[in-house]
């Protein structure tokens, strides 16, 4: 029997998942209910959410997304996330999973319009294939990247001996100096979370968007013991820094930001080698991911990248899509 329920608070999605997207039973940071809390609370605070379970038998689906606007629904997801996927419980086979996804489908075409999801990665294919079925008028495309690193084994020797020269010669003539004293801490003080604010707040970046998200993850992450905050410091001043977290194999990198001012010295690439070589050799994980976004000095760092996708949805009952997705069909064909 095929059940449908919705929930329109991440409380009573966690109540009713009784600790199943809990960190004891969910190996992905952005898979847990912690991290579609948090993420709402301090992203989208004036968006509501639509929080869908599809049940069959002992089999359940989960998908968590955002209402931006009446009739529209996004992913619950942001520049944060390396990605967004449906949440499946009691390893359903791919027909079952075909299945749940459909019958979502079905239910949101009664008052929704639109639907965007991103950033999506492996499922992409049967979520657009599910909603088809299920009456919507789907768009995939690509957009962007997600970098990736799989040790397969290696040492941090081994890894940084087939980094590119350029980057190994930048390395050990830059450490030369000793100018900068590097550090990398499991735990969090309010001290060291200012550094990180001032630090970001001299670098090339933009202020910020969300810092009290930033600082509820490091403090979250700080008491599992899977959090690595990096710093670069000339004497006391903070230099450069890196946000990490570390956990079941995979390293994540979050966030990293360097003083402009101490650009020709690099204490962030000095940094992101001190930050490899302790994931690498220290926690040995078996995969660093750089996250989203194709900046140019990941390849240097990085061996894989993975496409994102971005999946787009309109309900041909309502007039009000027809336009949006002629346009994204359009858009989708010129690349």
């Known amino acids: 029997m095929l059940v449908t329920r919705e929930y329109r608070s991440v409380k009573d999605a966690r109540m009713a998942l009784s600790g199943a997207l809990d960190r004891a039973c969910t190996p992905s940071l952005f898979d847990r209910i912690d991290w579609f809390e948090s993420l709402h609370d301090h992203c989208f605070p004036d968006e509501p959410v639509r929080i869908l379970q599809a049940m069959e038998g002992e089999h359940q689906l989960w998908l968590f997304l955002r209402s931006p606007a009446p009739g529209k629904l996004s992913a619950l997801a942001n520049w944060y996330s390396f990605g967004w996927s449906p949440h499946f419980l009691g390893d359903p086979d791919a027909a079952t999973q075909r299945r749940l996804i459909g019958l979502l489908a079905q239910y949101l075409l009664k008052d929704s319009a639109q639907i965007d999801l991103y950033p999506v990665t492996g499922s992409a294919g049967l979520l657009l294939e599910a909603f ?31 980094r590119p020269g350029r980057l190994r010669t930048l390395i050990s003539r830059k450490s030369r100096s000793g100018r900068f004293t590097l550090s990398i801490t499991g735990t969090l003080t309010d001290a060291l979370w200012g550094d990180y604010l001032a630090m970001h707040g001299r670098s090339w970046k933009q202020p910020e968007p969300s810092p009290f998200f930033l600082r509820d993850l490091a403090e979250r992450e700080s008491a599992a013991g899977t959090l690595r905050l990096g710093f670069a410091r000339l004497g006391e001043q903070p230099v450069a820094t890196q946000l990490w977290t570390v956990e079941n194999g995979t390293a994540l990198i979050h966030k990293l930001a360097h003083d402009q001012a101490f650009d020709g010295a690099s204490p962030g690439s000095l940094l992101s080698h001190a930050m490899f070589a302790a994931a690498i050799d220290g926690d040995r994980v078996d995969l660093i991911d750089y996250g989203t976004g194709d900046n140019g000095y990941k390849s240097d760092w990085m061996e894989q990248r993975e496409v994102l996708h971005r999946l787009d949805f309109f309900n041909p009952r309502f007039a009000s899509a027809w336009l949006p997705a002629a346009r994204t069909a359009i858009s989708a064909l010129v690349g």
């Open 132 to 162: 088809r079925r299920g009456g919507w008028f789907g768009v995939q495309r690509p957009m962007g990247g997600r970098h990736l690193l799989r040790l397969n084994g290696r040492s941090f020797g081994d890894y940084w001996a087939g």
